[in-house]
């Protein structure tokens, strides 16, 4: 199994709803990312598990907040969103970010978020 | 720091022509460079790698060539389909963290 699944597929959610974004790898991946993407742009980092643990993250506001049960689950709780935090989010995953690797990521489909 | 710079779009091609999406880099150390390729709707996959000075990556017959001396890793075709048409993103892996540097991306429309 190499792929990475997100769900869901589209989400509409108002600025006082709570909903949260589920990511899923089988692939044994020891590291696992959420970015942002906007239209017509590059993902943007938000955030880093390694071993499940929070390694990185990118200044992202707390409004968001990852979460990582075990080594295949990936979690983003969403709570009083803006509409400008309106964009595709992505999942990725990879074996481990160890110096040396060359850290080839596996994407997920994506979940399309609107904000309203 | 790490940077990516990909060539501006988007391109437009004819069915069988030839496509080249120039990508040049700047990293600290020894990058590893990708090409992913995003379908409308869709998530990022990776199309090819290559690791180290000279590797050529290939797949579904799209090639890139790792050069160290011009630090690029241009994107090529022979011959483009329009299931081509795709935003292609040129990334590099660099750096204790080896966290992607993204370039801008590419967007690229085949007709027939």
């Known amino acids: 199994d190499t792929e990475v699944t997100q769900t869901p597929k589209h989400l509409v959610m108002g600025m006082t709803n709570k909903k949260s974004l589920k990511c899923e790898q089988h692939?044994?991946?020891?590291?696992m990312y959420w970015y942002k993407q906007k239209a017509k742009k590059p993902p943007e980092l938000m955030f880093v598990?390694?071993?499940?643990?929070?390694?990185i993250n990118e200044s992202v506001p707390s409004r968001f907040s990852p979460e990582c049960p075990n080594s295949s689950l990936l979690n983003l709780h969403l709570h009083a969103l803006q509409p400008e935090d309106s964009a595709l989010y992505l999942c990725a995953s990879s074996q481990s970010p160890t110096p040396g690797a060359y850290n080839e990521q596996f994407f997920g489909p994506g979940t399309r978020l609107t904000v309203l | 720091g790490n940077s990516v710079t990909q060539m501006e779009g988007p391109v437009t091609l004819s069915e069988e022509a030839f496509l080249t999406i120039n990508c040049t880099y700047t990293?600290?150390?020894?990058?590893?460079l990708f090409w992913y390729v995003q379908y409308p709707g869709e998530g990022l996959q990776l199309l090819l790698k290559?690791?180290?000075?000279?590797d050529k990556g290939s797949n579904k017959g799209f090639e890139a060539t790792y050069r160290k001396e011009t630090t690029s890793f241009h994107l090529e075709k022979g011959s483009v389909q329009v299931s081509d048409s795709a935003v292609y993103f040129c990334?590099?892996?660099?750096?204790?963290?080896?966290?992607?540097?993204f370039g801008s991306g590419t967007q690229l429309t085949v007709l027939p």
């Open positions: 990334a590099l892996s660099s750096g204790s963290a080896r966290q992607l540097t």
């Open positions: 290559a690791t180290k000075a000279d």
């Open positions: 692939m044994g991946h020891r590291a």
């Open positions: 598990y390694s071993y499940e643990k929070l390694s």
């Open positions: 990293a600290t150390g020894y990058p590893s």
